[in-house]
């Protein structure tokens, strides 16, 4: 089983690896996003907006968060829109892979109807992909596919998702192979084919979620 990399390990090139013994030697290269050489205000370059389903359009921006555990600057989805089928996406442009190794650090700020954050990755186009998710108003990890705009559950586990405080997750995909980890630890796995080809990965919220996100490191995998 592959170890979850420490938050030490800061990835620039291929072999610079420490996903663990199986990852540090199938990881082709990696990258590490801490937004602090963005504008505040702004949105990061290389990164876009999109939104599943229905409700108003989602607000991403950088904001400031002395809190932050790679720095003042954070991504953040600001809008509150209570929608429930409403799930904002901040997409980045690479890498585009099928196999890949993605682990954040978000919290969960605010929100009535929901408060949760995720990673989406074989991202088609804002109706197409898998994601994972934490709830804080519902103490869980869940792992979906998406299919033309139709989100289906096809894995997850109960887990104190705390409030307010930062929180390491991430997600391990190889072929039909998923590894959901949270904390630290391998949380559970699955296997999925319904989407088996190449596409990008976002950050993810759902419904009136304010969330921040840091310290992202992004690893493609053969």
């Known amino acids: 089983m592959p170890i979850f990399p420490s938050r030490r390990a800061l990835l620039a090139a291929a072999g610079m ?17 801490d937004f602090e ?26 904001v400031e968060d002395t809190t932050a ?10 809008s509150t829109d209570r929608t429930d089928n409403r799930f904002p996406l901040a997409i980045f442009a690479q890498p585009e892979a099928a196999n890949i190794d993605v682990r954040i650090r978000f919290k969960a700020v605010a929100g009535r109807k929901d408060r949760a954050g995720g990673i989406a990755v074989r991202l088609r186009d804002p109706n197409n992909y898998y994601v994972v998710r934490a ?8 792992l979906y596919h998406v299919v033309k705009g139709r989100r289906s559950q096809f894995a997850g586990t109960s887990a104190t998702v705390p409030s307010g ?5 991430g997600l391990r995909v190889e072929g039909e192979r998923f590894e959901v980890f949270f904390e630290g630890r391998s ?3 699955a296997t999925d084919k319904t989407l088996t080809g190449a596409g990008r990965v976002a950050l993810w919220t759902k419904a ?3 969330t921040h996100f840091d310290d992202i490191v992004i690893a493609t995998l053969p």
Do not use: C, H, M
């Open 17 to 33: 690896s420490a996903f663990g013994a199986s990852g540090a030697a199938n990881a082709r290269a990696a990258r590490r996003i």
């Open 37 to 62: 050489g963005d504008a505040v205000s702004a949105l990061p370059s290389g990164v876009t907006v999109a939104l599943t389903g229905g409700g108003i359009p989602p607000v991403w921006r950088i």
């Open 69 to 78: 555990p790679a720095g003042p600057k954070v991504l953040a989805q600001t």
């Open 135 to 142: 709830n804080a108003l519902e103490d869980n990890v869940r």
């Open 165 to 169: 405080t930062w929180l390491e997750l």
């Open 187 to 189: 949380l559970y796995t």
């Open 208 to 210: 009136d979620s304010v």
